[in-house]
């Protein structure tokens, strides 16, 4: 064995304990290491330090986060990708992106909406006729089993073209999107109840009910939201539309929404604005939109008994418009199963404590977090116990008959996430931090800066009944000087923040550069099994079944059929069989193309140029193309991925004769 030139220190902690020691003692570890003109002479930590002039807690926070080769991360966030209309997969604690997974936006790399039958998943839900392929995404929610991540789907929604969509997180692909007319705009969504039953979707920006036309100045009388309970069967991993259903809501803009657990299991509860019912004018002599929205000083916390919903709609309660099973205000009033609890001034966030007995809500123009007390609002509802009602006939609970307390957080409270020890977390985005503070006695015991501007943070399954702790990040909205800049349009900042010990630390600060993810989600690595390949070979990722047109090896062919020229197109390192395909100029060409691979990673792309064409092939998975050749000419395919020494020759020709 080769001897090492230096002796060394038995273990790397060993060495970095003792450069940590040196360069924070003030010694002067290695002056004549130090690094000049930009290189790492010396290459030992206290050189290293110096040369980059980081202290002692950067060098912690890099020992806490960095995750050398082949190591895994313990924890998967996943963000929405906001404008991106896509999912960000980030391993925690190395802040390393995993995956974009496409969901509302066409993703070339996975070969999203790019010509197979992703893109009937993608399309499946037109808004006015029109395509819709971007969305603005806020909130992931993971399916749960007992109010615990259990690692099978996550959900998202698009804020602007009321949808929500379902992602298998077998093979990290989206496999339904789903939406309703019966709102014009959505905000609390997604949020699943304990065993994933629904998928819960809250109107925000009030419109006629499904889709139609009513002047604004009727926007008291016409105007409404709703809150959608889009049934999951979790056996299938679908959205079941027809057994889902709404309740109709006064014309409020309803906010975020949480479902309850445990104790509060069969509730959900949704904050909201502007119960001024303002709409705006300004150039009629109105006051603007927000500042008409902010003159009461109490707006109204939703509480919602879903399941009492469900018994209503199983006795038939309801109506149907733009094809959802809808529960009038005055039924959801009649039945019991909808009141309301002031709150103060514009509230934001709404989250549910890990044991269920508590809503936490945010002030955003007040400085509190108040915590409503599950059980009290429940036994009010129960007794039927009120102080006032709304203008439309709601119940008005009393607010302080309703609440265990308030805590004085700071300036512009929004999300709450909690962990292990009985902390809440609340982001503070006018003060710029994280505010730590226990639930037992609404005291906050430690602040934390964040760089800028926070909006929703997350914790280690922090929104679960059993968060862990950990880890958090704050999903800031300002970047400013962080990064290097990269003109106007700065990306947003995500810092990861050591929550396990009794003092928060900042981690590590990782630019988003994509959209505006509001939200995300962190569940324990374990908890995923995602599949190497799909197996058996010739599998629809979207049904998961193998398709009746996968296509074996030595099964290639090429037939001419009354709707068009079939192909069977098998894939392997390195080439397409058949490789030359001859059609007619305005032939119609269906693509079969299976990855008979079944080596892990062993993934093929196809492409074809001038037809907009570019799929995927990861091991075992088939492709449905259909495209017309409305154009002679000669049209090289190849393979997009590099796979193989003889990668650049996986190619071959679609010659479309002029006819
Ligand atoms: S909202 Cu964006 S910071 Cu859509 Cu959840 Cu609060
Ligand atoms: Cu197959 Cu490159």
Redesign the pocket.
Known sequence: MPLHPRSRVSSVSGLIALAVLAACGGRNGNQANQAAGGGWAGGDVVSLMQARGLAEKDVVAALKTYTPTGKHDEYYTFASGGHGGNLIVIGVPSMRILKYVGVFTPEPWQGYGYGDQSGDVLRAVKKGGNEITWADM??PAFSETGGDYDGKYIFVND?CNPRVAVVDLSDFCTKQIVGSDLIASE?GATFVTPDTDYVVETSQYPAPLGGVYAPIEEFDARYRGAMIFWKFDKQKGRIVEAESFAIELPPYMQD?ADCGKKVSDGWVYCNSINTERAYGGILEGKPPLESGATQNDMDYLHCIHWRQAEAVVKAGKTETIAGMRTIRLQTAIDENLLAFVPQPKSP??CDVTPDGTAIVVGGKLDTHTTVYDALKIAAQMAAKKSVGKDPYGVPILDYQGSIFGQCEIGLGP??TVFDDKGFAYTSVFIETVVAKWSLKDLKVVQKIDTHFNI??LVAAEGDTVSPDGRYLIAMNKWALDRFAPVGPLLPQNFQLIDIGGPTMTLLYDMPLPLGEP??AQMIKADKLKPIDVYKPAGIDPITHQVDKDAVELGKERIERKNDGVHVWMTAVRSHFSPDIVRVKEGDVVHLHVTNVEQAHDATHGLAIGGQNINVSLEPGKHCNIVFTANKAGVYPFYCTEFCSALHLEMAGYLLVEPK
Do not use: A, D, F, R
């Open positions: 806020h909130h804020k905000h975020l934001h966030g929004l999300h909006g929703h509001h939200n």
